[in-house]
């Protein structure tokens, strides 16, 4: 029985990585990109993490049909030993446009063009 994973979001980016016996392709991507693996076997190397004093590798192996999130966004390596297909759903972009409209919107009315300047 397949498993099923979650449809991706209509203006999700989505990229399709291929990769040949014994490739590996070096890639960055944000927090909450979900990494599918179509065909074959992928390693999966993403940036380390540290608890403590303690140094933590963090590499999942994805079988086929298999996911993985990414909890923090970096560098990462996608290998495979054998021909392998790899999907990069990246989750949908801030739109820092509005953030700012709504920070001018904010400011104070002295602080804009043309009002009275305080004495």
């Known amino acids: 029985m397949p498993i099923l994973?979650?449809?991706?979001?209509?203006?999700?980016?989505i990229r399709t990585?291929?990769?040949g016996a014994g490739q590996s392709c070096r890639l960055w991507l944000p927090a909450g990109t979900l990494v599918l693996a179509r065909n074959g076997r992928?390693?999966?190397?993403?940036?380390?993490?540290w608890l403590a004093d303690q140094f933590l590798p963090v590499q999942p192996m994805l079988?086929?049909?298999?996911?993985?999130?990414?909890d923090d966004g970096g560098w990462l390596v996608l290998s495979a030993?054998?021909?392998a297909q790899a999907v990069c759903i990246l989750p949908p972009r801030r739109d820092w446009t509005r953030r700012l409209r709504q920070l001018c919107r904010s400011r104070p009315a002295?602080?804009?063009?043309?009002?009275?300047?305080?004495d």
């Open 63 to 70: 079988a086929e049909d298999d996911s993985h999130v990414l």
């Open 110 to 118: 002295w602080w804009r063009p043309g009002a009275p300047q305080p």
């Open 81 to 83: 030993d054998t021909p």
């Open 17 to 19: 990585i291929d990769l």
């Open 5 to 13: 994973h979650p449809a991706p979001p209509a203006a999700a980016d």
């Open 42 to 49: 992928i390693n999966l190397t993403a940036p380390p993490r």
